[in-house]
């Protein structure tokens, strides 16, 4: 079975500082690989994804991600942190017969963006 | 509005007493799945369903009940619960597997507590 790492339960930077939120899998197969986030009393949102081709992955609000096979890594980045960007943030990996059967997640890392 | 509706919100009940969290979605689905989520922890899959009258075992299944009738509706049932279902419950539906290839959506969440 898959598993999902996230380093840090916790991450707290200064609004304006970069955000690197690191996440690493355990796969034998190529995975499929996402990341949620979260804001409180709501449901998840899915901020990327990536599936094939571009190992560097953009998505909504300015956050990134890079997909290292030789890293087994899918770390979060964003240039410069928003207060808006106070979250949850979950990675996560699909898991099942060609990825279908369900979405596998790290165990979840909060994110605090000081004034 | 695309959207998961689950209810109730949040709900409080004694041990042993049944109780069904509803779910719907009104974006003509075929994949619906319910998660967990506990600190530390991150989502853990209780059951999924491919589509109507389909429904499988997540990873935490124990003491948990779903059914699939129509397409839009997929409750979970807790025939006898405990202290330790006390979590937060997470309904998602994406429009088919596999995963990878579209969108999952996840409802506001369920916060229950079972004394």
């Known amino acids: 079975a898959q598993s999902v790492t996230q380093l840090g339960s916790h991450v707290s930077v200064s609004e304006g500082a970069l955000v690197l939120l690191r996440c690493n899998y355990s796969s034998s197969v190529p995975p499929y690989l996402f990341w949620y986030v979260q804001y409180p009393n709501q449901g998840l949102q899915l901020l990327l994804k990536?599936?094939?081709?571009?190992?560097l992955v953009k998505g909504i609000n300015g956050f990134e991600a890079e997909f290292k096979k030789s890293e087994t890594s899918f770390h979060l980045t964003k240039p410069s942190a928003h207060m808006s960007d106070a979250a949850e943030y979950f990675c996560a990996v699909s898991e099942g017969n060609q990825g279908a059967q369900k979405l596998v997640f790290g165990q979840g890392t909060r994110l605090t963006i000081n004034p | 509005e695309a959207q998961v509706t689950q209810n109730p919100r949040y709900l409080i009940t004694v041990t042993g007493k049944k109780l069904t969290v509803t779910c719907s979605q009104n974006m003509n689905h075929e994949y619906m799945s319910w998660y967990r989520q506990d600190p530390g922890l991150g989502l853990r899959q209780i059951y999924y369903s491919m589509n109507v009258e389909v429904t499988d075992k997540g990873d935490v299944p124990e003491g948990y009940k779903v059914s699939r009738k129509e397409k839009r509706n997929f409750p979970l049932i807790l025939e006898s619960p405990s202290p330790n279902q006390t979590s937060l419950y997470f309904c998602?539906?994406?429009?088919?597997?596999?995963?990878?290839?579209?969108?999952?959506?996840f409802g506001q969440g369920t916060r229950l507590t079972v004394v």
């Open positions: 998602a539906s994406s429009l088919s597997a596999p995963l990878f290839r579209t969108r999952a959506f």
């Open positions: 990536y599936t094939t081709g571009a190992t």
